[in-house]
């Protein structure tokens, strides 16, 4: 053990840093988590008066903070399914795509909009999804009417959901292509030979191959499943679709923020954080059973 840190000292040494951020970014502000028991006070601060769980019965009191589970889940979930389903699609098109300048062309252009933050994307959408924006001006010119996509409640988590997936489908079918590309040439072909079809091809051989980085992948985002994506959601959402478009993260900072009720905005936030801390360690628990993939 000494002999292998005295090797690889100048590793530990490289990780020194992120360790010392991560203990005070992370791991130090735990201890405010004693704000989610007590009536919190920014003059008496952590000496103000214990409650217990009263913050926690009258957040699971309100109506509006079981509707906001609903859609936490209900936009996570449908984020998970076509963060997966759109990726594969994609990367199996690029993948029957042969000039190698046109697939790099369209990586890069799908991949763009990953690198933008949501602050720049919301102001963009915004523009396009606007009454009289690119979308809704094409769709009155093919006959059909205007579409509210940022003011509707019924339309708001889809607007969310598309938007989402369109900003962040890059990353995944950069994943897929990698694990295509350790698909073995010999398997198409013999395939060829058999007179098996591109499609045929894809069903019997790709498809099959690509499932257990389907399967990891979807597992692993299980984790994420509370997280439906506060700086998307807030930068685009407005009161008039907090019914169906106010997820965990964006209550948590009305509640604890902009309503300065610390101690129930706490409460919300460590409960989202159990539950997350379950998901993540069911998460890896199945990718481990399914997949064979292990952390530890």
Known sequence: MLDKLKSQWQYHVMLLFGVIITAIFCYAPLYGLIIAFQKYNPAQGFNSPWVGSDNFKYVFSQPNFVRTI?????????????????????????????????????????????FLSWVIMAGVLTDILARDGIVNSLIVMLGGNAVNFLGSSAIFPCTMIITDIWKGFGFGTVVYLAALTSIDPELYEAAMIDGASRWRQTVAITLPLIVPTILLMTILSLGSVLNAGFDQIYNLYSPIVYKTGDIIDTYVYRMGIQQAQYSVGTAVGLFKSVVSCILIGLSHVLADKVAGYRIF
């Open 70 to 114: 609903w859609n936490t889940f209900y936009i996570a979930f449908f984020k998970i399914i076509g963060g997966i389903i759109v990726p594969v699609t994609f990367a199996l098109l690029l993948n029957e795509v042969s000039k190698n300048k046109i697939k790099r062309t369209f990586q890069t252009l799908i991949y763009i909009p990953n």
